[in-house]
């Protein structure tokens, strides 16, 4: 019965196009190979193919849970995607695909800019260089909002005076805003993409990316690759599973065996260093393991 639903949800999404953000989308323009194809690799071996869909789905998981790779490389998919540019600096960084992006040297720059709606403006966090954390207050939105309207229009005025002017395409585009949409084709093997969406579905990813990751897993893999989704989400570390590290088992063998208060000397790798007012100082390894337990409903005792 899975077989068949896939198929049918597999057809249904070739060539289909779902919006994202205000004016960006992602459309499936081809793919290559299911969960069937991955099973038939790893059984290569054995010259074994397809066997019943529990069997599959417990190899698929065997395959995950032990980061056997290469099964999955044997799967690709294509994207066409919008994107506004600032997003996409991010998104290229993943240098694990086949890339071809509208070209503003060739063509003129596509006439789109990405509008922060008023309360969409988010607050640089404190403690995430690179993130955002709460939102702007009220009084400030629509101000922000109506500057950055200003800022586009101007942009767009300007290049298109040098446009007018005989300006170089690849010179006049200069000066164009970060928000400014492009336009690619990125084709990418299914393991590197499962990589991609671990990085960029995670919560302390960039909100916009953020939503084309969501939009890829949920919509799209979640469909073409149903076991192999369930198993991504079940293992994956950013998603739903719990990753420990060898400090990680230490500390909890020690919380069991109530020896977690430290000395100076004697605090776990700095875990337990402390300020002038004896209060502990911050430490990012000890803040993850604490989330770690709160999501494993363990207390720590020095909270």
């Known amino acids: 019965m899975l077989k068949k639903e896939t198929k049918i949800n597999a057809v249904a999404l070739l060539g289909k196009q779902i919006d994202v ?17 991955i099973v038939q690799a790893a059984r290569v071996s054995y010259g074994e193919g397809t066997k019943t869909i529990m069997e599959d789905d417990g190899l698929i998981r065997y395959l995950m849970r032990h980061r056997h790779t290469t ?11 919008k994107v506004p540019m600032d997003c996409w600096r991010q998104w290229i960084r993943h240098r694990t695909a086949s890339v071809n992006e509208y070209s503003t040297r060739y063509s003129v720059a596509i ?50 005076y040098r446009l007018e002017n005989n300006i170089a395409r690849e010179q006049a585009r200069k000066d164009l805003p970060l928000s400014t949409y492009t336009e690619a084709y990125w084709k990418i093997d299914l393991h590197n993409l499962l990589h991609f969406l671990s990085l960029r579905m995670d919560e302390h990813a960039q909100l916009e990316i953020r939503s084309y990751a969501n939009v890829i897993g949920y919509d799209f ?36 065996d109530d020896v977690y208060i430290f000395e100076r000397e004697d605090s776990f790798f700095g875990w337990f260093d402390k300020r002038k007012d004896g209060e502990l100082k911050s430490n990012m ?12 409903d363990i207390s720590v005792p020095w909270t």
């Open 111 to 160: 006439n789109d800019k990405k509008v922060t709606e008023p309360d969409e403006w988010r607050l640089q966090s404190i403690k995430n260089k690179q993130g955002s954390k709460g939102v702007i207050d009220k009084q400030f939105r629509k101000i922000l909002t109506s500057q950055e309207k200003d800022l586009h229009l101007h942009a767009d005025d300007v290049y298109e």
């Open 285 to 296: 390894e000890r803040q993850e393991f604490e989330k770690k337990m709160e999501r494993l």
């Open 221 to 256: 893999i979640a469909h073409l690759f149903p076991l192999t989704w369930e198993a991504f989400l079940d293992y994956d570390f950013r998603m739903a599973a719990v990753l420990l590290s060898a400090r990680d088992i230490d500390m909890m063998q020690r919380m069991r």
């Open 21 to 37: 953000l205000d004016k960006g989308f992602i459309r499936l323009v081809d793919y290559m190979g299911s969960d069937a194809a």
């Open 71 to 81: 099964p999955f490389e044997m799967c690709e998919l294509k994207f066409h995607v």
